[in-house]
T-cell receptor
Framework: AQKVTQAQTEISVVEKEDVTLDCVYE???????LFWYKQPPSGELVFLIR??????QNEISGRYSWNFQKSTSSFNFTITASQVVDSAVYFC??????????FGKGTKLTVNP | EAGVTQFPSHSVIEKGQTVTLRCDPI?????LYWYRRVMGKEIKFLLH????????ESGMPNNRFLAERTGGTYSTLKVQPAELEDSGVYFC????????????????FGQGTRLTVV
């Protein structure tokens, strides 16, 4: 069965701090995709990244970086030098062959000035 | 290019009434998905259309929910009759390709419809 666990319900940091959002997943498939989405106060889900199960390379995009480790079934997301605009709910998700996304419960990040 | 658009953004109805949610996907996207987030819980898959056909409706909670996608363009999700536990945020998403073959693209989500049943 597929499952995504985001153990951190809420995180609060001060601007310019680094913050890591944890994501642990469960799947029996060898082929799968992992995602992170951001939900700002406006409500829409904004795609951040997709990673397939055969590509364990870490990725960096500006202040965002992702660490994918199959050995621990984790796909963690780090924001470096956080900013107030990073405040949002962040969702980790998993997709197998069936295409539908299985989401974690989300982590609400608050970045205080 | 317009993104995924959902109407209405908010809806408050009484238990037993009918509500219809609408989703306009990104033009040209054959894949359309409905998801729902009940307060405090995960966002859960409801169903998936490929053009006008239902590819997977395993997440539909019961027969009070009816989704359609006539002509393979916009989709509607009707709840009839609504119950208190139907309250939540309903998201629609669309994607260009599915996972068949070598291409897979991310799903683009709308802003959601917040449904409150009182």
């Amino acid at each position: 069965a597929q499952k995504v666990t985001q153990a951190q319900t809420e995180i609060s940091v001060v601007e310019k701090e680094d913050v890591t959002l944890d994501c642990v997943y469960e799947t029996r498939d060898t082929t799968y995709y992992l995602f992170w989405y951001k939900q700002p106060p406006s409500g829409e889900l904004v795609f951040l990244i997709r990673r397939n199960s055969f590509d364990e390379q870490n990725e960096i995009s500006g202040r965002y970086s992702w660490n994918f480790q199959k050995s621990t079934s984790s796909f963690n997301f780090t924001i470096t030098a956080s900013q107030v605009v990073d405040s949002a709910v962040y969702f980790c998700a998993l997709s197998e062959v069936t295409e539908k996304l299985v989401f974690g419960k989300g982590t609400k990040l608050t970045v205080n000035p | 290019e317009a993104g995924v658009t959902q109407f209405p953004s908010h809806s408050v109805i009484e238990k037993g009434q009918t509500v219809t949610l609408r989703c306009d996907p990104i033009s040209g996207h054959d894949n359309l998905y409905w998801y729902r987030r009940v307060m405090g819980k995960e966002i859960k898959f409801l169903l998936h259309f490929v053009k006008e056909s239902k590819q997977d409706e395993s997440g539909m909670p019961n027969n009070r929910f009816l989704a359609e996608r006539t002509g393979g363009t916009y989709s509607t999700l009707k709840v009839q009759p609504a119950e208190l536990e139907d309250s939540g945020v309903y998201f629609c998403a669309s994607s260009l390709f599915g996972q068949v073959g070598a291409k897979y693209t991310e799903a683009f989500f709308g802003q959601g419809t917040r449904l409150t049943v009182v």
